[in-house]
C-alpha cells in the first residue's frame, strides 16, 4: 500500500552516508532503520485492516499520543525537578528552556496530581508542604 509505504518513508528515515559515527557502523544502522521501517508499515498496515480504519488518520493519532505521553513525562521531571531534588540545584532558568516552558509556565506545568505520583514512584516525601499533594 503506497499510503503507508510513504508514511513509513517520513516517519522512520533511513540514515544518509556521513550521518554515523563511527563510519563502519553505518551498514548496522541501515539495516536497523530498514527494520524499524519495515516493521512501522507492517503494524500500521495490520491496525488499518484490523480497525476498518484509514492509516493516516492513525499514525496522525498515534503521535498526538506520543506527543501526550511526552508532555506527561515533562511534567513529571518537573514536579521532581522542583519539589524533590535537592534545593536550589536546578532553578528556572535552566528547567524553563530545556522542557520548552516560560519560567512562569515551569511553575505551573505540574500540580498535586504530578507531585503525589512522583511522591509514589521515588518513596519519598517533597522537599516542602504542597498543598493537596496528600500526606508528606
Do not use: W
Not at 23 to 50: I, V
Not at 54 to 77: F, G, K, M, N
Not at 98 to 122: C, D, F, H, N, W
Amino acid at each position: 500500500m503506497l499510503l503507508i509505504d510513504e508514511l513509513a518513508a517520513l516517519l522512520c528515515p533511513l540514515p544518509e552516508p556521513g550521518s554515523v559515527t563511527p563510519e563502519d557502523a553505518f551498514p548496522d544502522a541501515y539495516e536497523e532503520a530498514e527494520r524499524e521501517r519495515s516493521e512501522y508499515a507492517s503494524n500500521l498496515e495490520a491496525a488499518a485492516l484490523g480497525l476498518d480504519a484509514d492509516p493516516l488518520i492513525l499514525a496522525l493519532e498515534e503521535a498526538r499520543a506520543q506527543r501526550e505521553a511526552a508532555d506527561r513525562r515533562v511534567r513529571l521531571i518537573l514536579a521532581y525537578a522542583r519539589e524533590f531534588h535537592a534545593s536550589g540545584r536546578y532553578p528556572l532558568r535552566e528547567l524553563a528552556p530545556a522542557s520548552g516552558y516560560k519560567p512562569s509556565g515551569a511553575t505551573t506545568a505540574y500540580g498535586a496530581e504530578q507531585i503525589e505520583l512522583v511522591q509514589s514512584r521515588i518513596h519519598r516525601a517533597p522537599r516542602r508542604s504542597v498543598p493537596g499533594a496528600g500526606p508528606s
